[in-house]
């Protein structure tokens, strides 16, 4: 089982970006499907997009699209998600979760989690 913890959130104003970290242990990335997911307060988990294990990027959320990027170091076995121009409907955590199978943006197809990190987008 792969262990996941998530770095990198926080409060920021409207407008403003940050970069979220995810450091997985145990498995390396390259055998490992990363996908980023939102919960924001009163709602279920919501995918924002995944990275298979040869590096692509599947985006689910539409709103996520031309805002959130991913990447993974893969010296660091680490994935990050870079979130820009980020608003208050942004606010929630955010959660780095692993497979070994591939990409989905159920969250229950996804074996391994990380305890999240919150982030907050107000002025």
């Known amino acids: 089982q792969a262990q996941l913890e998530e770095s990198g959130g926080g409060l920021v104003q409207p407008g403003g970006s940050l970069r979220l970290s995810c450091l997985v242990s145990?498995?390396?990335?390259?055998?490992?499907?990363v996908g980023w997911f939102r919960q924001a307060p009163g709602k279920e988990h919501e995918g924002i997009l995944c990275?298979?294990?040869?590096?692509?990027?599947?985006t689910y959320m539409d709103s996520a699209m031309a805002r959130f990027t991913a990447s993974r170091d893969m010296r660091a076995n680490t994935a990050h998600l870079q979130l820009t121009n980020l608003t208050p409907e942004d606010t929630g955590v955010y959660f780095c979760?692993?497979?070994?199978?591939?990409?989905?943006?159920?969250?229950?197809?996804?074996?391994?989690w990380g305890h999240g990190a919150q982030v907050t987008v107000s002025a």
């Open positions: 979760a692993a497979t070994r199978w591939g990409c989905t943006p159920t969250a229950a197809e996804f074996s391994d």
């Open positions: 145990r498995f390396v990335l390259d055998g490992l499907a």
């Open positions: 990275m298979t294990s040869n590096g692509e990027i599947v």
